[in-house]
Every structure is written in structure tokens, then in C-alpha cells.
């Protein structure tokens, strides 16, 4: 069960701003009434420009973190887009390797970039929620689905299984004092849908933003990137994707077709489809780009026995469950179940 939890900045510092103030408020009421324990580490919420430009100490609040005894979950504050500035920090001098223990460490967006550090350091992940975009989400409640999957991850220390939503929810789009208490727009969720292969597959999933992924192999927003994600080899080999679940999911960026085939592209390169036992894919935002998507990975992978599963609660859209990564998963389409062992 955890009961202690530190909010880490690791990529944008947006939590530290004023003009957020009243949404953490909102968050840390709520983990409160669950009787948790929560501290913002040292960095945490020196605002965006300090984050921006200190990398070094965004690593350090990480370390600090898995040191700390007395932490049993770290719970990234939101994504961002440059949090591989933190490779030299955790990897020069093995700091990351020396520092991690067997900590609950949830995140997505450009959290994903850390998930993949972990991995390398030996860390199971948890991947699909944060602490702005969830804890402190401005309708009256968290989302019950969202919720739902918190709620387990906290009283159990893990995730037995997911099931999808009933509906999806559109992007709220502005968020002010005034939309507080103001319900999200709904629609009625499809579920799980197999677009080609076996309906049922095994393997431990990993994965995350294909936006930040793209990142990793192509310099548009961050010509250094590339090289860095290189040099401290942070996409696994094609090795370790062997009998792997891939999970992907689109941001808030919502990227176009064409930027998605060639984020596709990158990841054909690497080897990865070759190898993995399936494919998740997340719903995108809003269902921006769906089926175009869709249709996309299958001309991608161009392999049509590699089973495919899309419309996954995970990641930018709404609502989000939390899926773990280096567990066991068997995938049933058929059943709308993605079941974890152990």
C-alpha cells in the first residue's frame, strides 16, 4: 500500500507557476481525503523558466527521490518535451543505477523518455497518469475511470487489469478557476478494437508517446536529442524488444498523418516490428486522426499476423487508465481485458 508520495518536475516546471496554483490545490485535497502523504521534492515547483533552464536539478529530485526511504511512489507533476536533458546527470557516472529502488513510479507524455531510462536502470514503470492532468482535473471529482485505476495502483501497489472505458471524454481545452466544477464533454467508448492478427497475445508492455519517440530519433525540436538518446543507448536494442508488447500513443500535439508515418518509420529502423508479440495503440485526443492512424500502423508493420489492438484509455486522451510496464500482459480482444500476471 502506498501511503508516501513525492511530485517530481522532470520536464516542464508549469506546477510551480502561479497561475496553477489553485489546480494543485485541487489535487492535493484530493490525495489528502485518500490519506496520503505528499511532498513536493526541492525543484518541483520552482516554475518553468528555473525547470527549463536547470536540468541538473530535475535529475538530482529524482535521485533524491528513490533514495529517500520513505518514499513509496513518485508521481511526475505533467510531461513537457525536454526531459532528456537529464541523460548526462542519471548516466555519466552511473547515478541513476547507484540511486533507484523499488519504487511505484508513475508518468506519460514526455514521461515516456524516463520510463525508458528506468527500463535501462532495471525499473518497472507504471505509464498513463500525472498529478496536474488527473489528480488535479477540475470537474468535481476525478474522472471514475481515471480514479478507478488510481485508487488500485494506490491501495494494492500494482495493476491486475484493464478494461476500457465507457465513454471518452473531449479535451477540456482551457483551464481556469472558472472551469472548476464544470463537467467535460462526453461520448460513448467503442472499446477495444482489433485491427489485424490474433485477438489474444502475450508479453510485458512497454512504450509510451510516439511523439516523444519521434523526438528521440529526429532532430526538429532538439537538434542535440538524437544524439543523446544515442550515446546513452535509451531506445532498448531490438534484442529487448523481443516478445514485447509496443505501446503507442499520440500527444496533445496531435500530429499529423504524415508526421506519424515518419515517427513510424523511425521505429520500423530500429527493428522493433520485427520482433514484438503486438501492438497497443492509444486513443488519440479528441479521436483526432483515428482512423488515419490506424491505417497508417497496419501499412507500417506490413505484417498482417502481428496482432494489433487499438483504442486504449491510455495516455493523452481522456480518460486514462495506468498500464504497467515490465509485467506479464495478456492482451484479449475478444474479452476487452489486458490482464497482468504476478
Partial sequence: ????????????GIAGEPFVKFELEIGLQRLKEYGLNVKFMPNALKGLEYTKAHPEKRAEDLLQAFRDPDTDMILCAIGGDDTYRLLPYLFDNNELAKAVTNKTFLGFSDTTINHFMLHKAGILTFYGQAFLPDLCELSCEMLPYTRKAFEELISTGTIKEITPSDVWYEDRGEFTPEQVGKPL????????????????????????CICSMYDMFDGERYADMPELCRKYRIFPDKEDWKGRILLLETSEEKPSPQKFQKALEYLKATGVFEVVSGILLGKPMDETYAEEYKKLLVQAVDNPGLSIVCNLNTGHALPRCIVPFGKEAIVDADKQSIRFLG
Fill in 1 to 12: 500500500m502506498i501511503k508516501n508520495i513525492a511530485v517530481v518536475s522532470l520536464s516542464s
Fill in 185 to 208: 464533454v462526453s461520448h460513448k467508448n467503442n472499446g477495444f478494437e482489433l485491427l489485424q492478427g490474433s485477438p489474444v497475445f502475450s508479453g510485458k508492455i512497454l512504450g509510451g
